[in-house]
């Protein structure tokens, strides 16, 4: 069978056919292209939500460091009042 991926150069080849003599080719490619959108429309999706995460977690360990310096904090001042 050989490899079957399709390459740039070959896809425009088939791009640039006639329409009007091969209607599939447009409508294959139609399918393709909105294919090709929807899967652009998800990474883009996934690269939001990594960066969330990424500034989620950094986020999360500023309030973690808060919380342990005021835990600190009231501990020193439990002391202090005992």
Known sequence: MGNRSLTPRREQEIRNMDPTEHPEVAELFSLID???SVIQGKDSKIERQRAQ?????????ELREQVA???AEIARLREQSA
């Open 53 to 61: 995460i990424a500034n989620g977690n950094a986020r999360n360990k």
């Open 34 to 36: 909105g294919q090709r």
């Open 69 to 71: 310096q005021l835990e």
